[in-house]
T-cell receptor, first 115, second 116 residues
Framework: DQQVKQNSPSLSVQEGRISILNCDYT??????FLWYKKYPAEGPTFLIS???IKDKNEDGRFTVFLNKSAKHLSLHIVPSQPGDSAVYFCAASEVRAGNNRKLIWGLGTSLAVNP | NAGVMQNPRHLVRRRGQEARLRCSPMKGHSHVYWYRQLPEEGLKFMVY????????ESGMPKERFSAEFPKEGPSILRIQQVVRGDSAAYFC??????????????FGEGSWLTVV
């Protein structure tokens, strides 16, 4: 059962336009969400995160929006650049016993930004 | 990615051999996570370890796979009697000693296992 879903396996956007990557989750106990970016043959790198007490977090060209009632978050990249072409993973986190956290990952969305 | 060191970066094994993948976490991190990415698939959690303890191994295959994180030295993911289906990228990540809000984990660059 996929608790974190990225329903679009791929997305193609023109350079300079906005990229919107979506992520849905089913577990209402998730209280922290993260986006990672991954280039081929490299490890994922942390991009941006948001706590469930917020509905928006912005860092430069990257903004994450959280809609808790819809259990939906999205990552906006504006303006998109060719170097943003990568696979983007959404992850959600909940506290487990012993104050340990477990990250649950989506399957990723491959973004292609065309010059 | 800087700081989490994985080796080897690439490993080729024949079917039936053993594969050992090593991971040194970032300085000051005592939590280690192993993930696997099969071709054309997303990241799959395998195991979460703290020093000398396995916290969560719910993603580990029941047979042939084991992981450890000893008091001294790197974490090791061991795959015995490898089969072609084990060919994948194996990523290690680490995080600081658990805090309520410090949820970011930092990945290494991965170890690519090819079974021939």
């Amino acid at each position: 059962d996929q608790q974190v879903k990225q329903n679009s396996p791929s997305l193609s956007v023109q350079e300079g336009r906005i990229s919107i990557l979506n992520c849905d989750y089913t577990n209402s106990m998730f209280d922290y969400f993260l986006w990672y970016k991954k280039y081929p043959a490299e490890g994922p790198t942390f991009l941006i995160s948001i706590s469930s007490i917020k509905d928006k977090n912005e860092d430069g060209r990257f903004t994450v929006f959280l809609n808790k009632s819809a259990k939906h978050l999205s990552l906006h990249i504006v303006p998109s650049q060719p170097g943003d072409s990568a696979v983007y993973f959404c992850a959600a986190s909940e506290v487990r016993a012993g104050n340990n956290r477990k990250l649950i990952w989506g399957l990723g969305t491959s973004l292609a930004v065309n010059p | 990615n800087a700081g989490v060191m994985q080796n080897p970066r690439h490993l080729v094994r024949r079917r039936g051999q053993e594969a050992r993948l090593r991971c040194s976490p970032m300085k000051g991190h005592s939590h280690v996570y192993w993930y696997r990415q099969l071709p054309e698939e997303g990241l799959k959690f395998m195991v979460y370890l703290q020093k000398e303890n396995i916290i969560d191994e719910s993603g580990m295959p029941k047979e042939r796979f084991s992981a450890e994180f000893p008091k001294e030295g790197p974490s090791i993911l061991r795959i015995q009697q490898v089969v072609r289906g084990d060919s994948a990228a194996y990523f290690c990540a680490s995080s600081p000693q658990g805090t309520y809000s410090g949820n970011t984990i930092y990945f290494g660059e991965g170890s690519w296992l090819t079974v021939v």
